[in-house]
């Protein structure tokens, strides 16, 4: 490999871990606590190395959420198999479940809170959400193709969906988890309102 492929190796890996540790602060210690000294030092790297490529953290967190909108596009891209409609529309309502309960998630209920007051967060963070809310959607019409000539079903899939990144992102907090729908009750309302009978 000539010096200018290992210069390029060494980049990519050091830029892979900044946006990984940053990700991991986001999700730990929240914003207010996420520095880039913090999180060179959890990506191993120097501040200066980290400086060179990320300035400033507004940069270091712009770039992350880049990282997160990625990784979640491509969970949400992933074709749902199952014999039948019902099995479908239940794998594809547990994998949405499954991604918004992961620790990097965490990151998700970060950013929307740090949207309020930070219009270039807000800007990125709702055009994630408003992508990623799309691709499922759209696994969902092909996945599900009797539901989705259902009148409602876009409406019932949103409503699916906006419960369970509000249960999962709520359930992070101790002591709440009576206040919440379980992810049965979410796919039974789910099914309900695209016509199958539920008992």
Do not use: C
Request: charged share 20%.
């Amino acid at each position: 490999m000539a010096s200018g492929g290992v210069r390029a190796a060494r980049r990519e890996q050091a830029v892979e871990a900044l946006l990984d540790a940053t990700l991991e602060s986001l999700a730990t210690s929240g914003f207010a606590a996420t520095t880039t000294r913090g999180v060179a030092q959890l990506a191993g790297v120097s501040q200066g190395l980290q400086q060179h490529y990320f300035p400033t953290k507004a940069a270091l967190i712009d770039a992350a959420i880049n990282r997160l909108a990625g990784r979640l596009l491509d969970e949400a891209s992933q074709p749902v198999e199952g014999a039948t409609e019902r099995q479908r529309a239940e794998l594809l309502l547990r994998r949405v479940w499954e991604s918004f309960s992961s620790p990097v998630l965490a990151v998700v209920a970060e950013l929307l809170v740090l949207g309020r007051t930070h219009p270039d967060t807000a800007e990125k963070t709702a055009a994630t959400l408003v992508a990623v809310t799309d691709r499922v959607v759209a696994v969902a019409e092909q996945a599900l193709p009797g539901y989705a000539r259902r009148a409602g079903f876009r409406e019932a899939l949103l409503v699916a969906l906006s419960a369970i990144r509000d249960a999962t992102t709520v359930a992070r907090i101790p002591g709440t988890g009576r206040a919440l729908p379980a992810l049965d009750a979410i796919t039974a309302g789910f099914l309900r309102s695209v016509g199958e009978r539920v008992r």
